[in-house]
């Protein structure tokens, strides 16, 4: 039940609190309908100056407009903050304090005063912090509590009353409890003081959050980089902003969080989609792509690129007119050498030489008493002997015939990978493999690459041109990534600042990072902060508790989860025969559909099949993941390789031997069961037939 609310005589209306607010509310949603009307009414006509300007003015009107849409179901407002003094307001002059409703933009009355104040603005950072110890100039804080849009409840702090002890908000853990259906949603009403400290950290530096499962990492991602838009929009806007994530059905998963806080050009994509310049049709081994995926392949490819630059040998002579300039080779040696010893890169050195060497020329000219200018260096530069010279010494490089060239010819990856990599390593990466007795591809459009080749061609592409840098960009389960792909992701933000997500504990690839000291070198940001949430908000204690008894052989150095959960959670193990293990599932399934929520039923990749058309053959529908969830559809059969950073109310586990032995070795498939152990938010129900790992054992 609400706490009883002190009259405000600035809430003057009806007596009863609810009702007042419920007003303000109403109020509120009127407001934000007039300004998006008035964004609709603006007439750009006669200010734009051609066609171009007023596309891009319309552009940004349109964006306005969508950004101000009144979203069903979302409630405008939160919070609202009772100030004992005005903000900014020197405490000494003993200004009257002011009220404001925190919600998820700004809005504004008819004469610019504000009805609901963005969550991202400093005047609502209290709304977060404030506590008994530190009321930060706050009398009072409010939660509000909505049932379906409507706001149905609201519950008080007195941060300055002594006589009120500091207590745990019911509507906090009613809001963090409440079953998830859909995508993922915003955590902006239940951010608490640890995580928006990261989210309001500044924008100068890298911040590396390692989150235990349920500490809501990836939403302080998100919603940092919507405080980040907000705080520096103008910066971001022209150098853009990007969210990786591990695959499409994650990104679907968080598509709608960054919309519902009003932002809508963020960009979303996956390392594959970074990476695309080739098209992606094979597959490698683990122990393939641990090679490819090694950090050292920088240096081999590195290599390889600047083995086309070849000593002239021969001297460069232009003739202009009646008279012909000499640049001897041994002066074109000290060019290209120069070139060189400034590691530039191999596109910009070639692109380059031709004026150094018409630069020479000019040296020439002066000495014969001529009196050249700029445009006949860059005569000279396009002369064809200095062409000629160019294409001779600093041919161009193609990156993806490159890597074909590396991968398939035994003798240039040997030259290349002397001393770097072993003739054991050479030979795993090799195509075809030795012995197999087929053909190497002849082109790059034959060749069936990998996502770890597509990473090889990217890191080339980039010695050859440089990649854009972005502004800021949000890497989440990044525990996962191989050296190069940090690589590739650290090129996307060489001028910029990352937020790096994930858990140790989690990385479920063979080539999973040991420590994030490691991924930030790769990156190209050693020495960024590394935080550290360990008080979980969504996975039940009990679950908690029961997966993290694996912590001490896939992750021994964390930190154990905790949860702030108030409730247990439903947490059952079925142990059965072989013959019943798939009716017994979907048993559990109709169980866990008679309650409210998502449910997501979790099994290894090899058994999907079989419990697809067990669902069917039942007559229960379930549908992919990261598809939304209905009245009609709330069960999703997620293979466990896709089960990182989705979340269900309730979770049915099928026979976790089976995923461990999924996976290339146990501690992989152990941390893969971690993962899945982890997902629900209201209950875990374990099936199984075979022996659970002895960590999960009751002994």
Known sequence: MPSHAHPSPDHPGPADPLQRERAHLAASRAALRA?????????????????????????????????????????????????????????????????????????????????????????????????????????????????????????????????????????????????RVGPMRDIVATIQPEQDEIVRAGIGGTVCVQGAPGTGKTAVGLHRVAYLLYAHRERLARSGTLVIGPNRSFLQYIEQVLPALGELEVKQATIDDLV?????????DAATATVKGDARMAEVLRRAVRSHVMPPQEPCVVVRGSRRWRVPAYELQEIVQELLDRDIRYGAAREALPQRIAHAVLVRMEQAGEAPDDRVQDAVARNAAVKAAVKAIWPPVDPAKLVLRLLSDADFLAEHAAGILTDEEQKTIL??????????????????????????????????????????????EAQDLSPMQYRAVGRRCSTGSATILGDIAQGTTPWATDTWEQA????????????????????????????????????????????????????????????????????????????????????????????????????????????????????????????????????????????VD???????GLRRLYVCLTRPVSGLTIVHAAELPERLTDG
């Open 276 to 284: 695309g310049h080739v098209e992606v049709r094979g597959t490698d």
């Open 431 to 476: 195509w075809p493999q030795p012995g197999s007795g087929k053909r190497a591809p002849r082109s790059v459009k034959s060749a069936k690459w990998s996502s770890a080749d597509a990473v090889l061609v990217d890191e080339a592409t980039d010695l050859v041109t440089r990649t854009h840098s972005l502004g800021h960009v949000v890497l989440d």
């Open 520 to 659: 930030l070198a790769h990156l190209g940001k050693p020495g960024s902060t590394v935080e550290e949430l360990t008080q979980g908000f969504r996975v039940p204690r009990e679950v908690i508790a029961y997966a993290s008894r694996l912590l001490p052989v896939i992750a021994p150095d964390l930190t154990e989860a905790t949860s702030i959960r108030e409730s247990a959670g439903d947490f059952e193990i079925r142990s059965v025969r072989p013959a019943d293990l798939a009716t017994t599932v979907l048993a559990a399934c109709r169980d866990a559909l008679a309650k409210e929520g998502s449910i997501g039923l979790i099994a290894a990749d090899a058994r999907v099949p079989v419990l697809r058309t067990a669902l069917e053959e039942a007559g229960i529908a379930c549908l992919p993941p990261g598809a939304e969830t209905s009245a009609d559809a709330r069960l999703t059969l997620v293979p466990a390789t896709l089960a990182k950073g989705l979340e269900y109310d309730y979770v049915v586990l099928d026979e976790p031997a089976a995923i």
């Open 35 to 179: 300004m998006r009307e008035d964004a609709q009414a603006l007439n750009i006509k006669d200010v734009t100056a051609n066609w171009v300007n007023a596309e891009v003015l319309q552009g940004e009107i349109d964006a306005r407009i969508k950004a101000l849409a009144d979203l069903s179901g979302t409630p405008l407002f939160f919070g609202r903050l009772d100030y004992l003094h005005a903000p900014g307001v020197d405490l000494a002059e003993g200004a009257d304090g002011e009220n404001f409703y925190v919600g998820r933009r700004h809005v504004h009355d008819a004469d610019g005063d504000p009805m609901v104040i963005d969550w991202r603005a400093p005047v609502s950072q209290p709304f977060y912090r404030a506590s008994k110890k530190d009321p930060m100039d706050l009398k009072l804080r409010r939660r509000f509590g909505y049932t379906g849009g409507e706001l149905t409840a609201y519950e008080d702090e007195h941060l300055t009353d002594p006589a009120e002890a500091e207590r745990t908000s019911a509507l906090l853990q009613a809001e963090i409890e409440r079953p």
């Open 662 to 668: 999924g996976e290339p070795d146990e501690r992989t």
